[in-house]
């Protein structure tokens, strides 16, 4: 099963993205995922990252329900950003060690 996006459209502050489910038997069905502009802001999520995210959220969901359209919810964002936030910090760690390590060796 795979997921191609179509485009998306602008709904007053929200962008929706249309994709399409390429099921093992080749069948298209078509799927949509509506996004808050104010929350990725909020949340510091770029739009360029939406579509990712969105196809992301539609690989996750159960294929047998009959939901075709979805909304990227408040809830998923925080997620998104905290494990962001999360691996900048584990970077951060790892380079002052790095750091640390050469002052060490250099003295």
Do not use: H
Not at 1 to 23: K, S
Not at 35 to 50: A, F, N, P
Not at 65 to 77: K, T
Request: charge should be positive; aromatic fraction near 10%.
């Amino acid at each position: 099963m795979q997921f191609i996006l179509t485009g998306f459209t602008q709904d007053t502050g929200f962008r929706v993205f249309a994709f399409e489910r390429i099921g093992t038997d080749r069948t298209r069905t078509a799927f949509t995922v509506k996004t808050d502009l104010d929350l990725i802001r909020k949340y510091g999520i770029r739009v360029q990252e939406l579509p990712l995210l969105c196809r992301g959220l539609l690989e996750r969901r159960d294929e047998a329900g009959l939901e075709r359209a979805w909304i990227f919810s408040e809830e998923e964002m925080r997620a998104y950003a905290n494990n962001c936030a999360a691996e900048r910090d584990e970077a951060k760690r790892k380079k002052s060690m790095r750091k640390a390590a050469l002052q060490l060796g250099a003295v």
